[in-house]
């Protein structure tokens, strides 16, 4: 299924127009961002790291590999660089 799709089954559902169901979606993904933005995570290393997991409030628990996250940085500057 599309996002698209995705969008417009919502739409129906709720009986939101599709506008309003991007909005909203748009607005909560913002709000996580801003919301993991805001942690106090900089300067961590892996020995400070114990957790593979963090409980952010508001938000729930989610979960971060160090390994797979160093590749997606990694791949995001490959990407960048080209």
């Not at 993904?29 to 409980?55: C, M, Q, T, Y």
Request: charged fraction near 35%; hydrophobic fraction near 35%; charge should be positive.
């Amino acid at each position: 299924m599309s996002y698209d799709d995705v969008i417009k089954q919502l739409s129906e559902k709720t009986g939101l127009s599709q506008d309003v169901v991007i909005k909203t979606y748009q607005a909560f993904w913002f709000a996580v961002r801003e919301n993991i933005k805001s942690l106090p995570i900089r300067g961590l290393d892996e020995s400070k790291i114990k957790h593979k997991s963090f409980n952010i409030p508001e938000l729930g628990k989610l979960y971060c590999d160090l390994e797979k996250t160093r590749k997606k940085i990694n791949l995001w500057k490959d990407i960048k660089q080209e």
